[in-house]
């Protein structure tokens, strides 16, 4: 079946460093991938998203791209703040619509003034 | 524009006992899903709403397990007996009619956490 596999935290950084999350998905036919965040007392967050291979989905200063070569949607930001504390989520939906989402177990981010 | 709202935000419940969950999702919105969280996991599926319709119930433990919509607005989920390993954060989520070919974003409300002892 489909699943996402995503990095293992925690991750622990300094404010103003660069930041990757990895995460590599299975699924059948051309999925639509997300990243989701959750802050600390709040609900799941839709942070970006990108539909088909090649696009790039950005929000807030972080970015990921499609890549169904290596089957990876790996999450980055330049210059991380503390206030980008939080647990991250990748996603995918395999039948294109929001039917259902897939998740990975979640990376917990924290960033350290 | 008011979120997805649930109660309660925590409860605690001893192993055998019944318990319910609200949801109340963003107005308009005509798809309602329920989700599991377990600890250090990511959301998994129970259910979901269409309108008043579940139309994916796969992944619900129907024996114990049950949900409903009634009017297509409000859902509660309900637990009985609970067990030790139904410990978990439940979610709601809400989005406008699910698309073929668009994807139609799914808002989250706060969850639930559940504690069985």
């Known amino acids: 079946g489909d699943s996402v596999t995503q990095m293992e935290g925690p991750v622990t950084l300094s404010e103003e460093a660069f930041l990757t999350i990895n995460c590599t998905y299975t699924?059948?036919?051309?999925?639509?991938l997300f990243w989701y965040v959750q802050y600390p007392g709040e609900g799941l967050q839709l942070l970006l998203k990108a539909t088909k291979a090649d696009d790039k989905g950005s929000n807030k200063g972080f970015e990921a791209t499609y890549r169904k070569e290596t089957t990876s949607f790996h999450l980055e930001k330049g210059s991380v703040q503390v206030s980008d504390s939080a647990v991250y989520f990748c996603?995918?939906?395999?039948?294109?619509?929001?039917?259902?989402?897939?998740f990975g177990k979640g990376t917990k981010l924290t960033v350290n003034p | 524009e008011a979120g997805v709202v649930q109660s309660p935000r925590y409860k605690i419940i001893e192993k055998k006992q019944p318990v319910a969950f609200w949801c109340n999702p963003i107005s308009g919105h005509n798809t309602l899903y329920w989700y599991r969280q377990n600890l250090g996991q990511g959301p998994e599926l129970l259910i979901r709403y269409e309108n008043e319709e579940a139309v994916d119930d796969s992944q619900l433990p129907k024996d114990r397990f049950s949900a409903e919509r009634l009017k297509g607005v409000d859902s509660t989920l309900k637990i009985q007996p609970a067990e030790l390993g139904d410990s978990a954060v439940y979610l709601c989520?809400?989005?406008?009619?699910?698309?073929?070919?668009?994807?139609?974003?799914?808002?989250f409300g706060p969850g639930t956490r559940l504690t069985v002892l």
């Open positions: 996603a995918l939906s395999s039948q294109g619509g929001s039917e259902k989402l897939v």
């Open positions: 989520a809400s989005s406008t009619r699910a698309g073929v070919v668009s994807y139609n974003e799914q808002f």
């Open positions: 699924a059948t036919g051309y999925p639509s």
